[in-house]
C-alpha cells in the first residue's frame, strides 16, 4: 500500500494519497483545486492512475478537485450519498464498504461539522476530515451542524475505535500531522479527558468564532463538485489559483 500525506497551505488542508500497488490505481481523499496539479504529478511520480476522488464532507474553507480531476484525468467522483450531490458517481454510505483494488474503507456516518460528514477507517488509520482534529475538533454553527450530533459521533464512533488507530484531520493549523484515538481521548481540549454532552455544548457555545470569509463561495462551488466562482473578489483569488507546489507532509 502507498500512502501520502500532501499539505495545502492556504486553508491549511490535508490530502491524502492512497494507491494499491497491485492494481496501481489511487485514491485523493479531500484534494483541493489550487494543489491539484501538485496531486496530479504525485501520482504520476508513483505510477498510478487516480481512480477516485473522495470527499468528507462539503467544505467551507477550500474548493474541492474533484470535478476538475474528473476532467483532466477521468477519476471517478466518490462523496456522501446523503448530500445528494448530482455530480457524485458514487455515493458513499456507512456500513458499505469502498474498495479501490487492495484498498478496502469503512465509511463512517460521522454528523455535526456538517450533517452529511463521513470519516473513514483503513487498516489502522482514521482519516476524520473535521470531525476531529488533533486537540480540537471543526465548528458545528453552519451548514446544519450540531454539537450534540458531533459529540455523538466522536465518542460514540471515532473514540471507541481501538484507541492504538491513527488519527489523520482534515486540518491542521500548528503543523501537526498525525494523532491517535488514544492521545485524543486523553488530551482533546474539547471533546477528550470524558468531558460530558454538557461541558462540550458550552465550550462550542462559546468560541466566538467569526464568519468564515470563504464559505458564500465555496458551499455551493463544492455542491457542484468543485466549481470556482467566476465573481470571486480579488482579496479571495488564492483560493482558486492553481499552485504547482505545496508543502508535501
Known amino acids: 500500500m502507498i500512502f501520502r500525506q500532501l499539505f495545502e497551505n492556504i486553508s491549511s488542508t490535508y490530502t491524502y ?18 494543489s491539484m496539479e501538485r496531486d496530479i504529478q504525485e501520482v504520476q511520480k508513483l505510477g498510478m492512475t487516480l481512480a477516485y476522488t473522495l470527499d468528507t464532507h462539503i467544505h467551507a474553507d477550500h474548493i474541492t478537485a474533484a470535478l476538475e480531476l474528473h476532467k483532466k484525468v477521468g477519476s471517478k467522483i466518490a462523496a456522501p450519498a446523503i448530500d445528494n ?45 473535521d470531525a476531529l482534529l488533533i486537540d480540537g475538533c471543526g465548528r458545528t454553527d453552519f451548514q446544519n451542524g450540531d454539537a450534540d450530533s458531533l459529540y455523538k459521533s466522536v465518542t460514540e464512533k471515532l473514540f471507541t475505535l481501538p484507541e492504538d488507530y491513527l488519527i489523520y484531520p482534515g486540518h491542521d493549523y500548528q503543523e501537526r500531522r498525525v494523532s491517535s484515538v488514544a492521545q485524543e481521548k486523553a488530551r482533546n481540549q474539547r471533546l477528550g479527558k470524558q ?13 466566538k468564532l467569526a464568519y468564515p470569509k470563504f464559505i458564500d463561495y465555496a458551499v455551493p462551488g463544492n455542491r457542484a463538485c468543485g466549481v470556482c466562482p467566476e465573481d470571486l473578489p480579488e482579496h479571495l483569488q488564492e483560493y482558486c489559483e492553481r499552485m504547482a507546489q505545496s508543502p508535501q507532509g
Open 17 to 34: 494519497l492512497l494507491g494499491c500497488e497491485e492494481t496501481g490505481q489511487a485514491i485523493l481523499i479531500d484534494p483541493v483545486i489550487n
Open 85 to 129: 450531490l448530482p455530480c457524485t458517481e458514487v455515493g458513499i454510505e456507512e456500513g458499505k464498504p469502498f474498495r479501490v483494488g487492495s484498498i478496502d474503507i469503512k465509511p463512517l456516518h460521522t454528523p455535526g461539522h456538517t450533517d452529511g460528514h463521513f470519516a473513514y477507517v483503513f487498516g489502522d488509520r482514521v482519516f476524520t476530515g
Open 195 to 207: 468531558k460530558t454532552l454538557e461541558e462540550f455544548r458550552e465550550i462550542m457555545a462559546n468560541l
